[in-house]
């Protein structure tokens, strides 16, 4: 069965770096577009990033973008999130999530949560 | 940017009611409109894509409908495990959600 397994949440200080991991199985990775979702506490839900199958297209939230980086390892079936000069404003859990049919999300990992704070 | 408004905020409503879900996009985004439910803790889950199309395993008491800008998920008869926050989200030009609706038990 599909499964989306995210690590490497935390806790950072502003200013600070972390890089997530979402970890794929039951499925062919390489096939599909993948993208990072985040849900601050008690908000509502953030798209935050999209990468194309063989990663020839990339986008961004304007929320994010210069900091953060997505980028995939199709041969690890692996998806990941390298955040920079973190903000308290990206708190939240975040989650990598698979394509479905008309660009919804289908599958979801079960979220890993970063915290920014001092 | 395409924005994405969802109303009611918050509905409460028992056990067998009918619901009804709004969402309106800021521009045409005919129909590329999707659902999700959402339980305190847990991912997201999709339940509607292409604006009507049910989601394999979504129970058929959940239906979709609209197109262009307005949008509409109904609940055709509440159920204990349908009390949750529902999102809707649109995919016509990258990615955006609504702000939630809370559908609580009377």
């Known amino acids: 069965q599909v499964q989306l397994v995210e690590s490497g949440g935390g806790l950072v200080k502003p200013g600070g770096s972390l890089r997530l991991s979402c970890a794929a199985s039951g499925f062919a990775f390489s096939n599909y577009y993948m993208s990072w979702i985040r849900q601050a506490p008690g908000k509502g839900l953030e798209w935050i990033s999209y990468?194309?199958?063989?990663?020839?297209?990339?986008y961004y939230a304007d929320s994010v973008k210069g900091r953060f980086t997505i980028s995939r390892d199709n041969a690890k079936n692996s998806l990941y999130l390298q955040m920079n000069s973190l903000r308290g404003e990206d708190t939240a859990v975040y989650y990598c999530a698979r394509e479905g049919l008309s660009g919804s999300y289908s599958y979801w990992g079960q979220g890993t949560l970063v915290t920014v704070s001092s | 940017d395409i924005q994405m408004t969802q109303s009611p905020s918050s509905l409460s409503a028992s056990v067998g009611d009918g619901v009804t879900i709004t969402c309106r996009a800021s521009?045409?985004?005919?129909?590329?409109l999707n659902w999700y439910q959402q339980k305190p803790g847990k991912a997201p889950n999709l339940l509607i894509y292409?604006?009507?199309n049910l989601q394999s395993g979504v129970p058929s008491r959940f239906s979709g409908s609209g197109s262009g800008t307005e949008f509409t998920l109904t609940i055709s008869s509440l159920q204990p495990d349908d009390f949750a926050t529902y999102y809707c989200q649109q995919s016509y030009s990258l990615w955006t959600f609504g702000q939630g609706t809370k559908v609580e038990i009377k």
């Open positions: 990468i194309r199958k063989n990663g020839s297209a990339i």
């Open positions: 292409g604006a009507s």
């Open positions: 521009q045409n985004i005919l129909n590329f």
